[in-house]
């Protein structure tokens, strides 16, 4: 985590990085606002989660892609529920595109790396980079997903990545939190889609 030693910032550029943190994929959630000090809070309540992905077939043809690479491309959310409305309506106020990026080591069809978002208002900050892992899909996709936890709070990513040619990917990824300290309640979720396919950079 970085730590940002500078003094003397504007109101504006603390504001930013506040709803980025939304976005990049750390834990914004405020105690006191989400309820957890208050057992009786409405906000206690999980959201609905949305439809799963699903679970794509393994590619099983003699010649595998490679996709041992760093991928870079652009999101936009299209949902997003949470048991705070303002952390939805904040996500909300973020003009797309905002940039995603990969980065995907390989054995066989096999695929691990990490998986790291910025927002459009500071997209050179990627936060930290979730740990994912997954395969290469019957159809020459990517299926992934993966996790971290931070200060109670469980951060999941599910990602279908469809193959539009050998060097760029389209598709979806969905991000779950979950309070570690209440029952693992579903806090947030968001959908997201690529808009400016995933193209290999390196």
Same mark, same amino acid.
């Given at each position: ?5 500078? &003094?003397? !910032?504007s !109101?504006?550029?603390?504001?930013s990085r506040?709803?980025?943190?939304l ?8 105690s006191?606002a #989400?309820?957890q000090?208050n057992?009786?809070?409405? &906000?206690?309540s999980?959201?609905q989660?949305f439809?799963s992905l699903?679970i794509? +077939?393994?590619f099983?043809?003699?010649s /595998? +892609?490679n996709y041992?690479?760093a991928w870079?491309g652009?999101y936009r959310m299209?949902? #997003?529920?949470?048991? /705070?409305?303002?952390?939805c309506t904040m996500? $909300?106020?973020?003009? +797309?595109p905002s *940039? ?7 054995v066989? /069809? ?5 998986i790291?978002?910025?927002?459009s208002l500071? *997209?050179?900050?990627f936060?930290y980079?979730? *740990?994912?892992?997954?395969?290469v ?5 990517? $299926? $992934?997903s ?8 469980l951060?999941?990513?599910?990602a ?5 040619d050998?060097e760029?990917?389209?598709g /979806?990824?969905v !991000?779950?939190?979950?309070?570690t300290?209440? &029952?693992?309640r579903l ?11 995933l193209?290999?950079?390196?």
């Amino acid at each position: 985590m970085r730590n940002d030693h500078r &003094s003397g !910032r504007s !109101r504006t550029v603390d504001h930013s990085r506040t709803v980025v943190a939304l976005i990049v994929l750390t834990s914004s959630l405020c105690s006191a606002a #989400c309820g957890q000090n208050n057992p009786t809070s409405p &906000s206690l309540s999980s959201v609905q989660p949305f439809p799963s992905l699903g679970i794509a +077939p393994r590619f099983t043809g003699s010649s /595998v +892609p490679n996709y041992e690479a760093a991928w870079s491309g652009a999101y936009r959310m299209t949902d #997003c529920r949470a048991s /705070v409305f303002a952390q939805c309506t904040m996500a $909300a106020k973020i003009p +797309p595109p905002s *940039p995603v990026r990969l980065f995907l080591s390989q054995v066989g /069809v096999t695929l691990f790396g990490t998986i790291g978002v910025a927002s459009s208002l500071v *997209p050179n900050d990627f936060g930290y980079e979730i *740990p994912i892992q997954g395969y290469v899909t019957v159809d020459g996709g990517i $299926a $992934a997903s993966g996790s971290n936890t931070a200060a109670n709070n469980l951060t999941t990513i599910d990602a279908r990545f469809d193959r539009l040619d050998d060097e760029h990917f389209g598709g /979806v990824f969905v !991000r779950e939190d979950r309070d570690t300290s209440v &029952s693992h309640r579903l806090t947030l979720t968001m959908r997201f889609e690529v808009i400016v396919p995933l193209t290999r950079t390196r």
